[in-house]
C-alpha cells in the first residue's frame, strides 16, 4: 500500500504531515526510504548518556550492498526464465519429433487406465481433462494433444526442482511448482510482538497459493534468512518482477513484527512471509523437500554467514543463487587472528596489501568446500570487496564431474610479507584436458608436485610465509556482470541512488577478467548466459601495489600511467583491481615488475646513499641491476684469469679477452636492444639485458571515457558495520 492511500487496512495513523516520522499506539517511528521500499525503523534510548540504539538492525551504509543485489537477482531471475524456457521447448520439440509418450509412463497408465492425475481441480482420465462437473475437455488441436502429453509427464528441470507446466496463452509454456508456494508456513509468530510495534495481527502476512502458482509467472522463491527489518524481501518483491514469493525470517520476535508491520506498509502481505526461526533449522527443514527448494537464499548476518553456509547449500535449488555477505574482514583479511580465521575459513590469511582479496577467495574456498561434500559445484557470478566487508553471488549446481576440479582450483600462496611482498603459486592438485581416440574431450585429474617456491623469496631473500589453501578459480563470470552493466542506464536514479558507484565498481570487475580466455560477453537474446569452464583457474590473481615497490626501494612511486606504460611496452597486459585503489594487476612476472622498478630507480629517481642497507630487501633487488651484474660477472671473469695464468702473457691475454667481451655486454645491453621485447617467463641472471624499459605516461594512460566512482570515500563519520540491534528473540 503506498504512504498516500488509506491507512485504514493497516492501522497505522500517520499525525504528521511529514512523511519522516509516523507514530501509532504512542511509538514514533522514523521513515527510511530505500529503493521503492518504506521501512518504519523505531528506536530507544540508551540508557548510557541517552544515545540513540536501533532494537531492529538497519545500516544505511549497506545500501550499495541491497542495491546491487536487487541487480543482480533480477538479472539471475531473468536468466532462470529463459533457461526454464529454453529446456521447455527442447522437451516440446523431443516429444513432438517422437509423437509418443515413454516406454515406462505407458506401462503404468495400461496398468491403471482410469487413474489420472489430479491438477488445478481438473481430473485427467486417459488423455482427456475431466472438471470436477463430469464435463469433458476435448482437445481441439494437435497442440492441445501435446499440452496434455506433456502434463502427463513426469518433468524434472535442473535446477527448479518438481514443477508442473502450465499453459499460458501463445507464450508457450510456464512451470510453476506443483505443491504451490505456501508451503513456508511462519513459526512462532508473536501477535502480542506485532501489535507492540503497530502492525495489525488479523491483517495475514504470507504468500496466496494462487497468487504465486498462476498461469502467468513461474515460482520464483527467495529466503531472506536473516531479515531484521525486512527491507531487502520489500524491496525485492516490489523491484525484481518475476519474484513471486519471499520468506522473510528473524530469530528475534521483536524483528518478526518488525517486518510484518514494514510489509503491511508496503502493501505487499500476499507474497511475503514473515517467519521467526532458527535460519539454520528453517533451512535444513526445506531441504527435505526436493519441492521446497528455493531459488534464491540471501545470507547476509551480522559478522560472518559461515554457521549458515551448510544448511544454505542444501536448501537452495539445483542451479539456484547463492548470495552471502560477510563482515568479519577482521578475520578473513588480517593476520591479527589467524588461528581463527583457518578455525573459521579453513585457510591462513594474508599480510600485505592484497589480504582483501585473498580474503575474498578464502571465503569462496569455504563455501565450495562445504558445497563439495553434497556433490555441489559452485560457480562464483559476482565476488566483492566492498567496505568493510564482502560481498558475493555464487550459482550453486548438482555436479559430481564439475566438483572434481576444486581441487585443481585451490591454491596455496608462498608470500614474502617481510621482504619485497612478492609471491608465489601452489595449486593442490592438475586437471588435464585429454583427447579420446574418437576425438572427445575429458580430463585427468592428479596430484601437484611440491613445493614449487624456495622457503626463501627468489628476488630478496626473505623467508616467505604460507597464505590459504584458497580459491584460485575466477571471481566473477563476465556474462553476469555484463548483464548488469547493460541494465544500470535504463535504471531510475532516484530509486538506485548508488548506481554511480555499482558502474564504476562492477566495471573494475570486468576489466579483471581480461586475463581470462577471450570469450564473447554479448548474448544473443533470448539465450541465457553461459556458465564458465569449471576447470578454468584464474591466471594471474592478486595485483602489484606501486605503493609497496617504492618502499621497498625506497625510491619516489612511480606514477600509474608511467608504470603501466612501461609493462605495457614490454609486451603484458594491466588492469586495475576492485580490491585495491591505485593497485596494478598485470600478466608479467615478479621479476619483470622488479626490473622495471630498477629501471625506474637508475633513469627516474636514483636512491640516495644509506637508505638501502645490506640485509634490507631492497639491497638485494638492486644487487640484481643489470649493469652491477655485467660488473660482477667481469670480475669473476678477472678472477678465474689470474687463476688459472701461467705467465704474464697468458695473464695478459685473458684480461683483454674479459675485457672486450665485457665492453660488448655493456653495449648491447643497456642500450643495444629497442622497446617492446617481450621477456622471458622464467629466469634472471642474464636474460633481462635485452630489453629497453620506455616509462611512456602516454602508452599506460587509461583510454578517456565517463567519470566513475571506482573506489568509494568514506560516506561519513564513524561509519561501518555499526552496533548488533539490542532487541532480543
Known amino acids: 500500500m503506498s504512504p498516500n492511500q488509506s491507512t485504514k487496512a493497516t492501522g497505522i495513523a500517520q499525525e504528521h504531515a511529514s512523511l519522516d516520522e509516523i507514530s501509532y499506539h504512542g511509538i514514533y517511528y522514523e521513515k527510511v526510504t530505500e529503493g521503492l521500499a518504506h521501512i518504519l525503523n523505531p528506536r530507544v534510548a540508551d540508557s548510557k548518556g541517552g544515545k540513540k540504539q536501533q532494537s531492529v538492525f538497519y545500516n544505511p551504509i549497506q545500501q550499495f550492498n541491497r542495491d546491487l543485489s536487487v541487480l543482480a537477482i533480477r538479472i539471475f531471475a531473468e536468466d532462470l526464465a529463459k533457461i526454464r524456457a ?80 502450465v499453459k499460458s496463452g501463445n507464450e508457450g509454456l510456464i512451470v510453476g511448482d506443483e505443491d504451490g508456494a505456501n508451503r513456508h508456513v511462519s513459526e512462532n509468530r508473536s501477535e502480542q510482538d506485532t501489535a507492540a510495534l503497530g502492525a495489525d495481527p488479523q491483517i495475514p502476512i504470507g504468500p496466496k497459493q494462487k497468487d504465486i502458482c498462476s498461469d502467468s509467472a513461474p515460482s520464483f522463491e527467495i529466503l531472506d534468512a536473516l531479515s531484521a527489518t525486512g527491507l531487502r524481501a520489500i524491496r525485492y518483491v516490489k523491484e525484481i518482477p518475476l519474484v513471486t514469493s519471499v520468506t522473510a525470517n528473524d530469530l528475534s520476535s521483536p524483528a518478526t513484527a518488525s517486518i510484518r508491520l514494514n510489509v503491511q506498509y508496503n502493501g505487499v502481505a500476499d507474497k511475503i512471509n514473515a517467519t521467526t526461526s532458527d535460519a539454520k533449522a528453517l533451512m535444513y527443514k526445506t531441504a527435505t523437500r526436493a519441492s521446497d527448494l528455493y531459488q534464491v537464499i540471501d545470507l547476509d548476518p551480522y559478522g560472518t554467514a559461515v554457521p549458515f553456509l551448510d544448511a544454505a547449500l542444501q536448501a537452495v535449488t ?89 581441487a585443481g582450483k585451490t591454491m596455496v600462496v608462498y608470500n614474502c610479507d617481510q621482504g619485497c611482498g612478492s609471491y608465489r603459486i601452489q595449486y593442490l592438485a592438475q586437471s588435464n584436458e585429454r583427447e579420446a581416440k574418437n576425438g572427445d574431450k575429458f580430463y585427468t585429474h592428479s596430484l601437484a608436485q611440491a613445493p614449487s617456491a624456495n622457503p626463501f623469496c627468489e628476488h630478496c631473500g626473505f623467508k616467505t610465509h604460507l597464505v590459504g589453501p584458497m580459491w584460485g578459480g575466477p571471481l566473477h563470470n563476465p556474462h553476469f556482470v555484463a548483464k548488469i552493466l547493460d541494465l544500470l542506464p535504463s535504471l531510475d536514479r532516484k530509486v538506485y541512488g548508488t548506481v554511480p558507484r555499482i558502474e564504476g565498481m562492477l566495471t573494475l570487475a570486468l576489466n579483471e577478467t581480461l586475463f581470462q580466455d577471450p570469450i564473447e560477453t554479448t548474448i544473443p537474446e533470448p539465450q541465457p548466459f553461459p556458465p564458465l569452464n569449471p576447470a578454468l583457474r584464474d591466471p594471474h590473481p592478486f595485483f602489484v601495489s606501486p605503493a609497496s ?69 631492497g639491497w638485494e633487488i638492486m644487487m640484481k641491476d643489470r649493469s652491477r651484474r655485467g660488473l660482477e660477472a667481469a670480475k669473476q671473469e678477472f678472477r678465474d684469469a689470474i687463476g688459472k695464468a701461467e705467465d704474464v702473457k697468458v695473464l695478459r691475454e685473458d684480461v683483454q679477452a674479459a675485457l672486450h667481451r665485457l665492453a660488448g655486454k655493456l653495449a648491447d645491453g643497456v642500450d643495444g636492444h629497442v622497446q617492446g621485447s617481450s621477456l622471458p617467463e622464467e629466469g634472471v641472471d642474464g636474460q633481462l639485458s635485452g630489453i629497453k624499459v620506455v616509462f611512456d605516461e602516454k602508452l599506460g594512460k587509461e583510454a578517456a571515457g565517463p567519470k566513475m566512482v571506482r573506489y568509494q570515500m568514506n560516506p561519513r563519520p564513524d561509519w561501518g558495520p555499526m552496533s548488533k540491534a539490542k532487541g532480543g528473540p
Open 86 to 165: 529454453t529446456r521447455q521447448e527442447r522437451r516440446l520439440q523431443k516429444i513432438a519429433n517422437e509423437g509418443h509418450k515413454g516406454k515406462k509412463r505407458k506401462r503404468k497408465e495400461e496398468a491403471h487406465p482410469a487413474r489420472g492425475k489430479r491438477k488445478n481441480g481438473i481430473e485427467r482420465v486417459q488423455g482427456l481433462e475431466t472438471l470436477h462437473g463430469g464435463e469433458q475437455k476435448v482437445p481441439s488441436s494437435i497442440a492441445e494433444v501435446a499440452d496434455q502429453q506433456v502434463d502427463q509427464a513426469e518433468v524434472l528441470l535442473n535446477g527448479l526442482g518438481a514443477v508442473d507446466i
Open 318 to 406: 539445483d542451479g539456484g543463487l547463492l548470495c552471502v555477505t560477510c563482515t568479519d574482514s577482521g578475520v578473513f583479511a588480517s593476520v591479527g587472528w589467524a588461528e581463527k580465521t583457518f578455525s573459521q575459513y579453513g585457510g591462513l590469511p594474508w599480510k600485505g596489501p592484497q589480504n582483501h582479496e585473498a580474503g575474498l577467495r578464502l571465503v569462496l574456498n569455504t563455501i565450495a568446500s562445504s558445497a563439495a561434500r553434497y556433490g555441489l559445484a559452485i560457480e562464483p557470478l559476482l565476488s566483492l570487496n566492498i567496505d568493510f566487508y564482502v560481498r558475493l553471488f555464487v550459482r550453486v549446481r548438482k555436479s559430481a564431474a564439475d566438483v572434481k576440479f576444486l
Open 549 to 617: 615497490l617504492g618502499r621497498t626501494l625506497h625510491t619516489a612511486l612511480p606514477s600509474d600511467a608511467a608504470l603501466r606504460g612501461a609493462l605495457i611496452g614490454l609486451g603484458y597486459r594491466t588492469t586495475r583491481s576492485h580490491t585495491e585503489p591505485g593497485s596494478i594487476r598485470t600478466d608479467a612476472p615478479w621479476h619483470v615488475v622488479w626490473e622495471v622498478m630498477r629501471e625506474w630507480a637508475r633513469q627516474k629517481s636514483s636512491i640516495k646513499e644509506g637508505t638501502i642497507k645490506k640485509g634490507m630487501a
